[in-house]
């Protein structure tokens, strides 16, 4: 079938492994890095940003004839704003809690490197479902960092994993994990692993 062609796959699966949005491209890094001091933000941050990165990749590419090339970026971030408004104000009544500790980062979703990158050089150039592959495939990509740096640091940080306390917090309670340099170090770690094993130059 053409929803599962060679291309369309190719286009949910490359972010993946080889266009990795962080691990390759090195982008989105300072989100990454502010939000997986524990793992339920990290994994409702990356659900956002996937949401809202397959939303706006597929509307961008509905209207990309109609959009005059000079104006292009500023419509593209009237979208993401709309998109990440709605998700704000669903985070703020479903999982309030993990809103607050979000704080400013989910406003911050309007400026990622990724989702104005996958805008600009894929939705603009697609039909809608090829585009919403890209999309979900780059926030998939995105959450998978997220999840693996943020169950690392909260695991030997706190001794938990989602809140639940796994080990004894006073046998076990690392505070150098929950440092925001920690999170860089993790990071660095999972991209050598990547690169060493994972991945091959196209």
């Given at each position: ?78 979208v ?13 009544a479903y ?38 592959l ?66 091959k130059?196209k």
């Amino acid at each position: 079938m053409a929803l599962f062609s060679k291309q369309n796959k190719e286009a949910f699966t490359n972010p993946l492994n080889l266009d990795h949005p962080i691990l390759v491209q090195v982008l989105g890094i300072c989100s990454a890095l502010a939000v997986t001091s524990q793992l339920k933000p990290a994994i409702v941050m990356g659900l956002a940003v996937t949401v809202i990165t397959a939303f706006s990749n597929v509307i961008i590419s509905l209207i990309r004839n109609t959009i005059p090339n000079r104006i292009r970026i500023v419509v593209q971030l009237v979208v993401v704003a709309a998109l990440v408004t709605i998700v704000s104000q669903v985070l703020k009544a479903y999982v309030y809690d993990v809103s607050v500790q979000l704080s400013v980062y989910v406003g911050l979703i309007i400026t990622n490197c990724i989702l104005m990158g996958r805008l600009e050089a894929f939705a603009m150039q697609n039909k809608p479902w090829p585009s919403f592959l890209d999309g979900v495939g780059n926030g998939i990509g995105y959450a998978m960092i997220l999840i693996i740096v943020g169950a690392v640091r909260e695991f030997f940080g706190r001794g938990s994993l989602l809140g639940y306390q796994i080990i004894d917090s006073k046998d076990f309670n690392n505070g150098m994990m929950t440092m925001p340099a920690m999170a860089l170090i993790l990071l660095g770690i999972v991209i050598w692993v990547h690169r060493a094993y994972f991945y091959k130059e196209k």
